[in-house]
C-alpha cells in the first residue's frame, strides 16, 4: 500500500515516516484513528494533544508553530453524503469562513481552516479552563448552585441571541455541557466545538442533516429541521441537568421539579418553558431568554402564562388619589406595589353560577339579573362577603385599592384608563353589556371595563388618604370603577359590606 503525501503527492511505502520527496511528515494514526502526538498538520500545527473525541470528529491541543502560540485543532468528518467532493469541500469552506467572522466574548477565535488527507480541520483559540460535563462530574450528581446555573447560562445565552441574529441566522445545535467550557481566568461560559453549527437558509438543504446528543436535542432538530429555538430546548436541557445533577434522557424531558423540589419557582419555570416539546410554547429567543432570567419580576411573568385571562401587574411605584378630585381622593401620594395577577375582566355570570353550582352557596340576590344572553354579562347584585366567598374559591382575592388603582391608570397618573379626556370615550354603559365591550377602553396594562361600567368591591375598608393599608377593621367598604364621568382611576366610592345593588360586581387578583 502506497501512502500520498499531502504536500506533493508523492505515493511512500507504507512504513515511511517522511516523504522520500520533500521531505514532510508523513500522516500516523492510532489504532483508534487519532493522529499522533508530534505530527504537524499543513506544515504549521504541531499536535501536542488530544482534548476531546468523539463519533463528529476530535479535538487536539496544538502549538503554533509560525507563531509559536497554543491553539486548538477541530478535526471533523463528514456527516453528511454530498455526493460529490467538490461540492463538499466548497461548503465546508463557506462554512469555515463564516465561522471566522464570528466576534464575541464567549466565543473561541476561528483563525485558520484547511483539509488535509480528506479531513476537515478548522484551527481556533485554545480556551483554558473545563467544560461544563467534566465540574457536573465532579458535583457527582448534586445540583449546581442556582447563581452560579443562571450565571453561566445567560453568558452562553448572549452568544446565542449573537449567532441567531447572524444574517442569516447560524444555529448551533449541539448545545451540551460538553461543549460549555468555563474559562479559568474570568470563570465565563464559552461556547466551544463549532464542528456541526449551520446557517440556515430557507431553501437550504443542509437543514435535513440529523445533528446533536439525544436528551439535548429538540424533536424538530431530530426531525432535521433545526431552527433558532432549538437552541433554546437545549440551552433548557443543559440548564435542567445543572439544576438536577440528572442527564436529561431521550426527547421527553421530566419537569425539574420531579426531580428536585428544592429549586426556586424562578428557575423551574423558566427550565420548563424553555424545554417545551412544542417549538411555540417555548421562549421566543434567546433574547427573550435572557430578559427573563435577569428580571426581578420573572416568575410573575411566567405565572402569568398559567392564567391568560389575567394580566400582569409589575412591581414598582405609581401615584395614587388625586390633588383635584374630591376630598376622599386628596393628597396624592406615591406607593409602591409588589407584583400582582389581577382578572382582565369583571367576574361574570357563568364563572359565578359555576361556583354556587360546584359549592352549593346559599347566593340568591345575584340570579335576579343572570337571564338568558347574559352569560359574560358582569355579576351583580352580590355583597362584599359574597364577593370574598368566590374569591377564595377561585383561588384568588379581591384587589387592595391601591392595586386595583394601579391596573387602571399605570405609572403616568392618567385620569382614566385610556387618558384624560371622557370625551375620547364617553359611552355610559348603563345597561350590563358583555365584557370586554370596549377594547379601546383598556387600561395601560390590557385591564377591561375599569372605567364606564360597574363598580367594583375591593378588600379594603375606607379610611382617608394618604394610604396605608391594607387595614385590618372598618365599618364600610371601598368600591372602584362606576359608570359615570366622575367614575375616574382615583375615584373611592364606599360601602357597607353587606349591601347589594345592580351596579356592584367584582374582580379578583392572585399574588405574585
Not at 313 to 336: L, Q
Request: with cysteine; glycine share 8%; hydrophobic share 35%.
Amino acid at each position: 500500500m502506497l501512502i500520498p503525501c499531502n504536500d506533493c503527492n508523492f505515493e511512500n511505502i507504507e512504513e515511511a515516516k517522511f516523504c522520500g520527496k520533500c521531505g514532510i511528515p508523513l500522516l500516523e494514526l492510532t489504532e483508534d484513528g487519532l493522529i499522533d502526538q508530534g505530527y504537524i498538520l499543513e506544515r504549521r500545527y504541531e499536535i501536542i494533544d488530544i482534548i476531546k473525541e468523539g463519533g463528529m470528529g476530535c479535538v487536539y491541543k496544538a502549538r503554533d508553530i509560525r507563531l509559536d502560540r497554543e491553539c486548538a485543532v477541530k478535526e471533523m468528518l463528514s456527516v453528511e453524503d454530498f455526493g460529490d467532493q467538490e461540492y463538499a469541500i466548497r461548503r465546508f469552506q463557506e462554512e469555515a469562513l463564516m465561522l471566522s467572522r464570528l466576534r464575541h466574548v464567549g466565543l473561541p477565535i476561528v483563525m485558520d481552516y484547511f483539509i488535509e488527507n480528506e479531513r476537515y480541520y478548522l484551527v481556533m483559540d485554545f480556551i483554558k479552563g473545563q467544560d461544563l460535563q467534566n465540574i457536573l462530574d465532579e458535583y457527582d450528581g448534586k445540583p449546581v448552585e442556582e447563581d452560579k446555573v443562571i450565571n453561566w447560562s445567560i453568558q452562553v445565552l448572549e452568544v446565542l441571541d449573537y449567532l441567531h441574529n447572524q444574517k442569516p441566522p447560524i444555529v448551533y445545535r449541539d448545545l451540551k455541557p460538553g461543549n460549555i467550557m468555563i474559562r479559568d481566568y474570568d470563570n465565563r461560559a464559552v461556547l466551544v466545538d463549532f464542528g456541526i453549527a449551520r446557517t440556515i437558509r430557507p431553501d437550504s438543504d443542509t437543514t435535513k442533516t440529523i445533528i446533536g446528543t439525544f436528551g439535548y436535542c429538540a424533536i424538530e432538530q431530530v426531525k432535521g429541521k433545526p431552527e433558532p429555538r432549538s437552541d433554546i430546548f437545549s440551552m433548557g436541557a443543559t440548564m435542567h441537568h445543572m439544576l438536577t445533577g440528572v442527564q436529561p434522557q431521550l426527547l421527553n424531558i421530566d419537569p425539574i421539579e420531579k426531580i428536585n423540589p428544592n429549586i426556586s419557582k424562578k428557575l423551574m419555570r423558566i427550565v420548563n418553558k424553555a424545554t417545551q416539546e412544542e417549538v411555540e410554547k417555548r421562549f421566543s429567543s434567546a433574547r427573550d431568554m435572557i430578559e427573563t432570567l435577569v428580571s426581578s419580576d420573572m416568575p410573575a411573568k411566567l405565572m402569568a402564562e398559567d392564567y391568560p385571562d389575567m394580566v400582569f401587574i409589575p412591581a414598582g411605584e405609581f401615584w395614587m388619589g388625586s390633588n383635584s378630585g374630591d376630598p376622599n381622593e386628596y393628597p396624592r401620594h406615591k406607593i409602591f406595589l409588589k407584583s400582582f395577577l389581577i382578572d382582565k375582566f369583571p367576574v361574570t355570570n357563568s364563572q359565578f353560577d359555576k361556583f354556587v353550582r360546584e359549592t352549593g352557596a346559599k347566593i340568591v340576590h345575584w340570579k335576579r339579573y343572570f337571564k338568558a344572553g347574559t352569560e359574560n354579562s358582569p355579576v351583580v347584585n352580590v355583597n362584599f362577603y359574597e364577593a370574598e366567598e368566590y374569591a377564595k374559591w377561585s383561588g384568588k382575592r379581591l384587589p387592595s385599592e391601591a392595586e386595583w388603582e394601579k391596573t387602571a391608570r399605570g405609572t403616568d397618573g392618567r385620569r382614566y384608563p385610556w387618558g384624560n379626556n371622557w370625551e375620547d370615550y364617553p359611552i355610559d354603559t348603563s345597561g350590563l353589556m358583555r365584557v370586554g365591550t370596549y377594547p379601546e377602553r383598556a387600561s395601560p396594562y390590557g385591564a377591561m371595563d375599569m372605567s364606564g361600567f360597574i363598580y367594583e368591591w375591593t378588600s379594603e375598608w375606607y379610611y382617608p388618604y394618604p394610604y396605608k393599608g391594607p387595614y385590618e377593621k372598618g365599618k364600610i367598604k371601598v368600591v372602584r370603577g362606576g359608570r359615570s364621568s366622575f367614575a375616574t382611576c382615583s375615584y373611592r366610592g364606599f360601602e357597607r359590606p353587606d349591601y347589594r345593588n345592580p351596579s356592584r360586581g367584582f374582580r379578583c387578583v392572585i399574588e405574585c
